[in-house]
């Protein structure tokens, strides 16, 4: 195994579908003048931003709304048969004077037969031409499909003349939108929605209905997260090239409704949607906004139509985090228990494999493997390459090395599942990995597989240890292995539906093992998506290291409790390298909508020299420390997380330090020496990228240890003696600033006490000061909603969130340590981070008694919310004699403009 960084500590941190042949219908078609093969009209590439309405289905309908809303920038409606003949006269999409999404339907064999030409010419001949109109015929028309109420070809023929008549109005306004069903894209729907696509540029549009889980069947709806719900249809649209929008969406119950609206609204806003329709039917009374919370939420997202204003997510309401461990969708599918050997293809019960529509396509051949007490480690040369080796219910002990394009899939039979099981063998240090001597086993698949009781060493993992690429892992338990990791995440790797808990040291972590696999920038794994899996109670073998903290009575105090040690673990030695999960040097990692919890340690680490990180949707709550950690990293994205209980029992183990739930230690974006870049590999173009301004807006921070820190070590650069790494600026690994160069010419780099710019110094020359050391710099704080209490922050039964036993708890801000990496005066890190990087906090919401600190870690004074956010006065930075000989400075630090301070005390 490649060395693997060292975790840093630093003053009291730990620093880190099918066509019919009706030949009439398909001659009719091409008499419109319309080609009926399937192709596809470019989206605009200019950036779109949604218009928000709801639905009305009368004039008396249109007008309840509005005075519930104000003026609706959009509206859809809705004809059982034809539109009505007076709709663009006194109808509502006349008096709203907005845009329209309307839909009618009538049946193809009267499009067909010309019978309602006279009435379809007449409504679009009258459609007013300065108004955008979304026209949709029959939408949603997979049940009538499915159960032969009419043929899909007829259908699409349909379509055909019903453009033919709009377009002879010659009113550009008038869009053919084609409407779907959300629940198409559902892995197991058996639809492919393309076959319900008219051909030859026919719709210029796609619009989706969409809802989320429990709304529609009216049993248990779910807070379902819009980019679960939405964004399948989000990335349909796009790869298929075609603009979109939303016409019905809702929620059937009131219950967290006021923050979920935000989150839709504030997802279609980021995501280029054209427009979004609230559902508001009688049909459908439980989706009725009839509470004043959403109705003024919804008002206030109706008045940010066509801006990419975002709404600030202030609901205080935990979200129903998406449980994994033992709920059903780690049941596998596969119920097949007999006989062990090869099978074919379309065995009852059993995965298939190699056609296009199988469970794996790729692979060519499948074998049943039987269960053993007995231990048996399958090599690589008794195993085939893009083979599905199915293992029966049942317990097997034992490894496999994997061989290109494997599948390992577990079954489910008489209430038993597959267990993959080490046994605690000192022998067995992973489950499923490759033969590193022959190289790279790339795109294997593990899904449906309990992974416990294996024994990978401290920085090792029991799935992926030599970071194979492209694996996909999902809905996986992998739990009980020490005192290593359950999972390496390596290139091209998906983590996701996995229950990854009580594992010694972390649920995952993503670093290089091996020589494959490497990012031209960072040098590690890339292209790494972790989503929708729950990550909790990990590092049973307490890395962390014992507490102390005397007000409360600890003294080498053990944070994981007695009955979650893992007596299997043996010696280990503390070092800090333990949590949820942790990244080594990876770019274009996305961290989405997991629930990661109970971790000992942080929820979430990205330690050394990363890039382009994006946390988006996750419920972090109740790790020992923070919530996210970013450490000597780049660019990265903070958004949309809801972040509760965390940090707590670190925070009291540190007690007269700060101790936050978000920390930015050394990390940010660069633009004083080009920026580090985008993840350069072709794989990665879907991942964020945030080369100018490191984000971190709209989360619910919730009665955490602290809120948003950040620091900038100022004894913290390349070939300090501690990282033995380097900054990735001025072109990462081409970069002159190596282990060498800084070591040669930091001693004597120097920076501007005017600018706070670097000099250009040394040989050769360059701005040595900027370009060695791991800067906190470009990082946007925004939006975000701090809520704390400390009454509710209890730890073995009692209220520790006060100045005896724990004096900075609730703290947020931005400092330095007094000092510099060379013989500079020992202000000026700190003048420099708080001044003049450009780190600011705006727009931010604070209820209950926060704390600030800023400029210098040895600052005695709390600042108050006044300095904070007073502006400075020209060359008033904490530069007086007198603040650079004490080190200490009230501000003002111009921080949080627009933002609210609401003084609460529990």
């Not at 920026?675 to 921070?701: F, K, M, R, W």
Request: glycine letters at 10%; aromatic letters at 10%; a negative charge.
């Amino acid at each position: 195994m490649a060395a693997t960084p060292r975790s840093y500590r630093w003053a009291g941190w730990r620093g880190p579908v099918v066509f019919g042949s009706a030949c009439a219908l398909l001659a009719a078609a091409f008499a419109f003048g319309i080609i009926t093969q399937n192709s596809v009209r470019p989206a605009s590439s200019k950036r779109e931003y949604p218009l928000f309405g709801v639905s009305v289905s009368s004039h008396n309908w249109l007008a309840r709304t509005t005075r519930q809303f104000g003026h609706l920038p959009v509206i859809g409606t809705y004809y059982a048969g034809l539109p009505a003949a007076n709709a663009w006269r006194t109808g509502p999409e006349a008096v709203s004077n907005s845009t329209v999404v309307v839909t009618f339907a009538v049946s193809p064999a009267r499009i067909l037969s010309g019978a309602d030409n006279g009435a379809l010419t007449r409504f679009f001949d009258e459609a007013p031409a300065r108004r955008t109109i979304y026209y949709s015929y029959d939408p949603e028309p997979e049940a009538a499909i499915r159960e032969q109420r009419f043929t899909l070809s007829s259908y699409k023929a349909a379509w055909a003349v019903v453009v033919k008549l709009a377009r002879e109005a010659h009113h550009s306004s008038l869009k053919p939108t084609l409407i779907l069903s959300g629940s198409d894209l559902a892995k197991d729907s058996g639809v492919n929605w393309k076959d319900y696509l008219p051909g030859g540029h026919i719709v210029s549009t796609l619009a989706w209905d969409a809802y989320p889980a429990g709304t529609l069947a009216g049993h248990d709806p779910q807070l379902t997260p819009p980019a679960s719900f939405m964004g399948p249809a989000v990335t349909a649209s796009r790869q298929a090239g075609f603009q979109f929008g939303f016409a019905a969406f809702g929620l059937a119950t009131a219950t967290g409704r006021p923050n979920w609206l935000r989150e839709v609204a504030n997802y279609l806003m980021s995501q280029g949607a054209l427009f979004g329709i609230l559902s508001d039917s009688p049909s459908m009374p439980k989706m009725k906004l009839t509470d004043a919370a959403s109705i003024a939420t919804w008002r206030a997202v109706v008045s940010r139509s066509g801006t990419g204003d975002l709404l600030p997510i202030l609901a205080l309401v935990p979200p129903t985090a998406r449980a994994v461990c033992g709920r059903p969708i780690l049941n596998s599918p596969f119920t097949y228990d007999a006989k062990a050997g090869s099978y074919e293809s379309g065995t009852a019960g059993l995965p298939t494999y190699g056609t296009p529509r199988s469970d794996f396509p790729q692979d060519k051949q499948g074998d049943i493997i039987g269960t053993t007490t007995k231990v048996i480690d399958y090599h690589s040369y008794q195993l085939n390459p893009d083979t599905v080796y199915y293992l029966l219910p049942g317990t097997h002990v034992g490894s496999f090395q994997a061989e290109t394009g494997d599948a390992f899939v577990g079954g489910r039979a008489d209430g038993r599942t597959t267990v993959l099981s080490g046994d605690y063998s000192q022998n067995e240090g992973w489950s499923i990995d490759s033969n590193e001597s022959e190289g790279d086993a790339a795109n294997v698949t593990i899904e449906y597989l309990t992974v416990e009781k294996y024994t990978p060493y401290q920085n090792a993992a029991a799935i992926n240890q030599d970071s194979n690429t492209g694996w996909t892992i999902r809905y996986n338990t992998v739990t009980l292995n020490v005192p290593g990791a359950g999972i390496i995440a390596g290139t091209d790797n998906v983590i996701e539906d996995n229950c990854l808990t009580l594992n010694g040291q972390y649920g995952f972590q993503s670093m290089r093992v091996d020589a494959w696999g490497a990012d031209s920038l960072t040098r590690g794994p890339y292209d790494v998506t972790v989503e929708d899996n729950e990550i909790s109670y990990n590092d049973t073998c307490d890395y962390e290291g014992l507490l102390d903290n005397p007000e409360v009575g600890w003294k080498n105090y053990d944070p994981v409790p007695s009955a979650d040690r893992n007596s299997n673990c043996g010696s280990v030695s503390p070092d800090g390298d333990e949590g949820g999960f942790k990244l080594w040097q990876t770019d274009g990692v996305t961290i989405k909508d997991n629930y990661i919890h109970n971790n000992w340690g942080p929820g979430g680490w990205v330690d050394t020299g990363n890039a382009n990180t994006t946390f988006t949707g996750n419920t972090i709550t109740e790790n020992e420390g923070e919530a996210i950690i970013e450490e000597i990293s780049y660019n990265f994205s903070i958004t949309r997380n809801y972040i509760a209980d965390n940090d707590w029992i670190d925070g009291l183990g540190n007690s007269r330090f700060p101790q936050p739930a978000v920390y930015i230690s050394n990390s940010g974006s660069d633009t004083a020496l080009g920026a580090v870049s985008a993840c350069p590999e072709t794989s990665c173009t879907h991942q964020g990228a945030y080369p100018e301004q490191s984000i971190i807006s709209d989360n619910a921070l919730i009665d955490n240890g602290g809120g948003i820190f950040l620091w900038e070590n100022s004894s913290r650069y390349c070939s300090d003696g501690w990282d033995g790494e380097c900054t990735l600026v001025d072109g990462g690994p081409r970069s002159p600033f190596t282990l060498s160069s800084c070591a040669k010419n930091m001693p004597t780099a120097t920076v501007s006490t005017t600018t706070y710019v670097g000099n250009t110094t040394g040989t050769p020359a360059e701005d040595w000061w900027d370009g060695c050391q791991w800067e906190t710099a470009n990082v946007s704080i925004t939006h975000n909603t701090i809520d704390f209490n400390p009454a509710h922050i209890i730890v073995n039964g009692k209220r520790v969130c006060n100045h005896t036993d724990w004096p900075d708890c609730g703290a947020n801000g931005i400092f330095s340590q007094y000092g510099s990496p060379n013989g500079e005066p020992p202000w000026v890190i700190a003048t420099q981070l708080t001044f003049h990087q450009d780190d600011v906090w705006a727009d931010n919401t604070y209820d209950g008694p926060s704390q600030f600190f800023a400029w210098d870690q040895g600052n005695q004074f709390t600042v108050t919310w006044r300095d904070w956010t007073g502006s400075p006065a020209s060359r008033d930075e904490c530069g007086s004699a007198q603040e650079h000989r004490s080190g200490e400075c009230i501000g003002p630090f111009g921080q949080d403009a627009g933002s609210a301070y609401n003084r609460r005390t529990g």
